[in-house]
């Protein structure tokens, strides 16, 4: 959660893109809560996600726990899918999930950045992610709490761009500027 108040309030409320947030959880963990306080600290709409919700640009979408979180599109409407099935890598909701269905819907314009946790969740999904044409961002080990999923994501091969954590919002504005809008 600190590591996220560190970034999510520093991006700017006119942000051209969702934000979707993956932390490891148990089923009724606090990440309601969470949203709540990120909620009274940014410029952006921070939500718990919820099933079957329409996607909207500036708004963040916090993964319940216990819930894998994706994305689907149809008819035009990109919309949340929550899934109660297995874990991936021993946790739910598991980044690599989120990351996988992202590119289905998203393709090249995704800005994808991985912060800090234990074990290698969300290197195969970066990867991927990257392979596509997406764009993707790790926290340094200097500033990092827990720098195992960076660190597993670094040495896969699955990042472009490894920044301290106060950089990192800058960057998500600048890669999805350039994404969104071709600056």
């Known amino acids: 959660p600190s590591t996220l108040e560190q970034v999510i309030p520093r991006l700017p409320g006119d942000l051209p893109a969702p934000v979707f947030v993956v932390q490891h959880m148990p089923e009724g963990a606090f990440c309601k809560q969470l949203a709540e306080r990120l909620n009274a600290l940014s410029e952006l709409e921070i939500k718990e996600a919820t099933n079957n919700e329409k996607v909207v640009a500036g708004v963040v979408y916090i993964a319940p726990g216990g819930y894998h979180m994706t994305v689907r599109k149809s008819l035009g409407v990109v919309r949340i899918k929550l899934i109660k099935g297995q874990p991936v890598h021993a946790v739910m ?49 200097d500033t990092c709490i827990i720098f195992g999923m960076p660190k597993a994501a670094i040495e896969a091969g699955a990042i472009d761009v490894v920044k301290p954590i106060f950089k990192i919002p800058e960057e998500i504005v600048r890669m999805s500027e350039v994404k969104c809008n071709g600056k």
């Open 93 to 141: 909701p598991a980044v690599d999930v989120t990351a996988e269905s992202m590119l289905d819907v998203y393709g090249k314009n995704i800005v994808a950045t991985i912060l800090t946790g234990m074990g290698f969740d969300g290197a195969a999904g970066f990867k991927k992610i990257r392979d596509a044409g997406g764009s993707t961002i790790a926290c340094s080990e």
